[in-house]
């Protein structure tokens, strides 16, 4: 499905082994790095791994129809403060991510991600590693509902993937753990899951979900060192976020939430064909902002720790030119004949924070008891025991020895149509 070639050409079970040799952070990041663009990459904001060198797709046969919410009618709705569309907004980067990324791994490199691994950060007062893997499977599975409708378990490969994806948003998980097997979920390692992709004949589209997932963890654990550094704000954030510009910051949240990975997934499930590297990227860009723009109108992005438009004075620009760049991906998709699929996962935000318990369960602080017919599925598809002993005596070590804080002021986001602004606090048992 992924038409561009990746620099590595031997297998995803193969790449694995040699990024599980890696015996620290940094060698993993250039590791997976080298793999993707080769050794001759630069390494700067032209580097196709940690950025998006972006060139606007050729104009084709539409396959889609336009979105309802566009260009022309983005005035009359209050999301990301209300401004509606600006055009030409920017889509270049002003910032360099890799000495981000580096300044994070040298940190891990030298003893300080013993604070942060395996801590809960999603701030729904869970007690156990357990419940946070199980509630991450059944996301996992309205997520492929929303996506894929009725075919959502006929890959259950992808499904696994997908979780593994999503647990390290709420979980701490190292990155050396995901990659050298010691963290596992229902029992099945990265190893096991990038197996079965290639068992299924995924080939390379199969190394370019695992090098996503393995940036993505990257990404993750530089958000959780960097704010919980001791610093009053958050340094990495504050640094994406310094410009009028979003793209900084739009690619950094498109990263750390992997939808390029979980998209390929779903072109693969609808034979979507060979897809450009450009619609891939846009719409995995454009899935993650429908669903802030939805959370902005729900009054849950102003609960957010990473919100890609924050800024002391800029703010309201940031948020309107958020949006733009929604709105600018979106057509782009349409107008150049992206598959049906890729634009249906580009919007897929506007549906799925409404019908998801995920995100009603972030304005109540706590979870939603599964239903019956829910615990019968995650039972079929992962199975019955969410994580190893291993995983759950890290989880209680942490959580016994101290609270960690994960808020101590109020968010400065849009608020939409929501409810008013809530004091994000440590966790309580």
């Keep these: 499905m992924a038409r561009d070639a990746l620099h590595y050409r031997r297998s995803a079970t193969e790449a694995l082994h040699e990024l599980a040799e890696a015996r620290t952070v940094t060698e993993l990041l250039e590791l997976s790095h080298a793999m993707w663009c080769g050794p001759a990459c630069a390494s700067t904001s032209g580097c196709g791994y940690l950025h998006y060198p972006r060139r606007a797709p050729r104009p084709g046969i539409p396959r889609s129809r336009r979105s309802p919410y566009n260009k022309d009618t983005a005035d009359l709705f209050f999301l990301m403060g209300g401004e509606g569309y600006a055009a030409g907004t920017a889509k270049t980067h002003e910032r360099d991510l890799w000495p981000v990324l580096r300044e994070a791994a040298a940190q891990a490199d030298a003893g300080e991600g013993a604070r942060i691994d395996y801590t809960d950060w999603g701030r729904k007062n869970d007690t156990t590693a357990a419940d946070i893997a199980m509630y991450t499977c059944r996301d996992t599975l309205q997520w492929a509902a929303n996506w894929c409708g009725e075919r959502y378990a006929d890959q259950p490969a992808f499904l696994h993937y997908v979780g593994v994806s999503t647990v390290c948003d709420d979980l701490c998980v190292p990155p ?36 996503a997932l393995v940036r993505q963890y990257l990404f993750q654990y530089a958000e959780k060192l960097d704010f919980m550094s001791g610093r009053e704000r958050s340094s990495m954030h504050s640094r994406l976020n310094d410009s009028a510009g979003v793209w900084d910051a739009v690619i950094y949240h498109t990263y750390s939430g992997n939808p390029y990975g979980c998209l390929l997934g779903v072109a693969r499930l609808w034979d979507a064909g060979p897809c450009s590297n450009t619609w891939l990227m846009d719409a995995a ?48 998709l349409v107008a150049s004949g992206a598959p049906d699929a890729l634009v249906h996962y580009a919007h897929a935000g506007f549906l799925f924070v409404q019908t998801q318990e995920r995100y009603h369960e972030r304005r109540i602080g706590h979870r939603i008891p599964l239903r019956p017919a829910l615990t019968a599925h995650l039972s079929n598809i992962f199975g019955d025991e969410p994580v190893d002993p291993f995983v759950e005596q890290r989880f209680q070590a942490q959580r016994i020895s101290r609270t960690p804080p994960v808020a101590t002021a109020f968010p400065t986001g849009p608020t939409g149509l929501g409810t008013s602004a809530a004091r994000l606090t440590a966790p309580r048992d």
């Design 285 to 332: 860009i454009c899935d993650g902002i429908s669903m802030d723009l939805c959370k902005s109108a729900m009054g849950i992005y102003q609960l957010d720790l990473y919100q890609p438009t924050a800024d002391e004075h800029r703010a309201q620009q940031r948020q309107t030119a958020y949006q733009s760049v929604y709105l600018d991906l979106i057509d782009d």
């Design 176 to 211: 050396l753990d995901l990659v050298q097997g010691r963290f596992r979920m229902y029992g099945r390692t990265v190893g096991d899951i990038i197996s079965a992709l290639d068992d299924q004949g995924w080939g390379h589209d199969a190394v370019h979900v695992l090098l």
